[in-house]
């Protein structure tokens, strides 16, 4: 079965807001309430979230890398701007959480470290940007199709 671009759109967005509603309450909830956790059983509760959170999230992260990569390599009447955009913007989510977000968990594994967490916190930022961003293409990849505003 071949998906249409206006399937593989309707995927996107999905997945795509799904993530921005989790990582706004990872960003404004979650992440500051590490901070009243504190030190007695914060590893065991740290590795936990982990575990945890990856079943939140992974299933919709591999939708959106998925999508991105059948739009990079399938013909497709969609703008190429905006798919290298949605594809920039999906690589530079998965390049922060390696770079910023994975590293402040593994050390929080090891136990509760105040200067850690602020850390998460603001690392977890360009994610937050990221995630609204790509919403903002999805639903123009959307609109284009919808509207027939194609090239």
């Known amino acids: 079965m071949e998906l249409t671009d206006l ?3 309707w995927v996107n967005l999905i997945a795509t807001l799904y993530m921005c509603g989790v990582i706004m309450l990872v960003q404004f909830a979650q992440y ?3 901070r009243l956790a ?3 059983g914060f590893s065991e509760y740290a590795t936990k979230h982990q575990y945890w959170v990856t079943f939140v999230v992974g299933p919709a992260m591999l939708v959106e890398c998925g ?3 059948m739009w990079l390599a399938l013909p497709t009447p969609l703008p190429s701007d905006l ?3 949605n594809a920039g913007l999906m690589i530079a989510i998965l390049a922060a959480t390696a ?3 994975v590293p402040c968990h593994a ?5 509760y470290d105040a200067r850690v967490i602020r850390r998460l916190v603001l690392g977890n930022w360009p994610r937050t940007v990221f995630w609204i961003a ?3 293409v999805a639903v123009q990849i959307l609109h284009m199709i919808y509207t027939g505003n194609l090239p």
């Open 67 to 69: 999508v991105a990569l």
């Open 38 to 40: 504190g030190a007695d």
């Open 134 to 136: 790509k919403a903002y």
């Open 32 to 34: 500051p309430l590490f």
């Open 107 to 111: 050390q929080l594994v090891k136990g």
């Open 83 to 85: 798919i290298l955009i």
């Open 7 to 9: 399937q593989l759109a």
């Open 99 to 101: 770079v910023l977000s």
